[in-house]
């Protein structure tokens, strides 16, 4: 019988912490024409992680280079002050962190509202249990394998274990909802998370620290495709 994830479709999400930011158009352009499936859009505060990166005037600029869709990963501290803005400024995608979001239901409804799809993110030291009772009224879960703020760092081997309970979960109880990977993922470890349960695959430093992008996710992809889900 086929398990409830199977329908879903793998999708690569270069991570734009990681472009040239002088050429951001370009880079966005670029990314699409080799093949991604989504833009993932990197949002710090500086006070839910020790770094601040780009907002909401940079989306709107993204927006008009490009027809994928955003996917906005809020790293801060007041993520409802902002969601309104992103969506109205082109994100099809909101992530907000569990850790400053007390009402999953009520946020991912506001989401909805919004029209946008909603998502809750999970730090490395969080437990997936603080968002799984509340799965079905997402759209994706975001684990992070890293500790969120910077591009470039490891991948935490933790965040396996993670996503293979997180995904044996959803599909126990039926849920067929995108699981992404955030976080040093790179050629050398997407078998292994595809195996574990995701199926949206961030990768920033992995892709654009790279000279041929199309070439990068091209490999990406077939690595993902050879890989099968237990
Ligand atoms: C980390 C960000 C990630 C990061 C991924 O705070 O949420 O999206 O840009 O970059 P790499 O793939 O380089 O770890
Ligand atoms: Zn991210």
């Known amino acids: 019988m086929a398990l409830p994830h199977e329908d879903l479709h793998d999708k690569i999400a270069p991570s ?15 990314v699409e024409k080799a093949g991604a499936d989504m833009i993932h859009f990197d949002v710090m505060d500086g006070h839910f992680v020790p770094n601040l990166s780009i907002g909401i005037p940079v989306m709107e600029s993204v927006r008009k280079v490009t027809k994928l869709p955003l996917d906005a990963h809020l790293m801060i501290s007041e993520p409802a002050r902002y969601i309104e803005a992103f969506v109205k400024a082109g994100a099809n995608s909101i992530s907000v962190h569990c850790e400053v979001c007390p ?27 603080k968002v799984l009772p509340f799965a079905e009224h997402l759209d ?6 890293v500790h969120p703020g910077f591009g470039g760092q490891e991948f935490i081997p933790a965040a396996l274990d993670k996503l293979r309970y997180i995904r044996r979960e959803l599909d126990r109880r039926g849920l067929s ?24 695959f961030v990768s920033g430093s992995g892709i654009f620290g790279k000279p041929d992008y199309g070439k990068i996710v091209g ?10 889900q237990p």
């Open 16 to 30: 734009i912490l990681s472009a040239d930011f002088a050429r951001l158009g370009d880079e966005v352009r670029a």
């Open 103 to 129: 009402d999953i239901p009520a946020m991912a409804k506001r989401i909805h509202d919004l029209g946008a799809r909603a998502s809750i993110g999970i730090n490395p030291e969080t437990d997936a249990d």
């Open 140 to 145: 994706m879960i975001l684990v992070m394998s």
């Open 177 to 200: 909802i995108d699981v992404e990977i955030d976080g040093g993922v790179k050629l050398d470890n997407i078998a292994d998370v595809k195996a574990a349960g995701a199926n949206v």
């Open 219 to 228: 490999e990406m992809r077939d690595l993902i495709a050879q890989t099968h």
